[in-house]
């Protein structure tokens, strides 16, 4: 049980165009869902939180405007860069659980962005 | 200020050798440590969660300890194998269970 779906698993895109990655919860419901970015050999990093239905919470210095995150749905949150650069090229994971059961927080596989 | 520390930040080893990677935190009040391990490109998979009352806790080959007196947590790695080679992350729950505090990880190469 517990398992996230993200999707795409890598992505090349070009300056300047957006992309969207999905998160989605396959067998639970995922009041809360976490989005994270990873540079190589360092820790993830809490870019937002995000909870059914309304606004995401921007952890400081994460643009809210570039990074856009929806949580329209119990099993998916998605998170859009906007206007890509060169320097957005990261790894980006998210992470869901489900409401008060700490048992219920899962990661997604993760997704490799390479803006070139 | 509530920190999670992890220790060595790598560590090299030869298969079939045991390993002890430690976890230190500061946060408070505490409900939860769970360690991952991330293999390279991939999500953080879960191997084990401790709630205070807790203090070890298995999933094959690993085993965790914990302290809540000391803050401390360690997982042990019995008999390595090739396929241990990851980064190994220490996860800390608050009492408020939407935040969560990450220590930078172990990397652990196993070699032959």
């Known amino acids: 049980g517990a398992v996230v779906s993200q999707h795409p698993s890598r992505v090349i895109c070009k300056s300047g165009t957006s992309v969207k990655i999905e998160c989605r919860s396959l067998?639970?419901?995922?009041?809360?869902m976490f989005w994270y970015r990873q540079f190589p050999k360092q820790s993830l990093m809490l870019m937002a939180t995000?909870?059914?239905?309304?606004?995401?919470?921007?952890e400081q210095g994460v643009e809210k405007d570039k990074f856009l995150i929806n949580h329209a749905s119990l099993t998916l949150s998605t998170l859009t860069v906007t206007s890509a650069h060169p320097e957005d090229s990261s790894f980006y994971i998210c992470s869901a659980v489900a409401g008060a059961n700490f048992y219920g927080y899962t990661f997604g596989s993760g997704t490799r962005l390479t803006v070139v | 200020k509530n920190q999670v520390e992890q220790s060595p930040q790598s560590l090299i080893i030869l298969e079939g050798k045991n390993c002890t990677l430690q976890c230190n935190y500061t946060v408070s009040p505490f409900s939860n440590l769970r360690w991952y391990k991330q293999d390279t490109g991939r999500g953080p998979v879960s191997l084990t969660i401790?709630?205070?009352?807790?203090n070890t806790k298995s999933n094959g080959r690993y085993t965790a300890t914990l302290d809540a007196d000391t803050k401390q947590s360690s997982l042990h790695i019995t008999a390595s194998q090739l396929s241990d080679s990851a980064s190994y992350i220490c996860v800390v729950s608050g009492y408020n269970f939407n935040k969560f505090y990450f220590g930078s990880g172990t990397k652990l190469n196993v070699k032959p």
């Open positions: 401790m709630t205070f009352s807790e």
């Open positions: 995000s909870n059914e239905g309304s606004k995401a919470t921007y």
């Open positions: 067998d639970f419901q995922a009041t809360t």
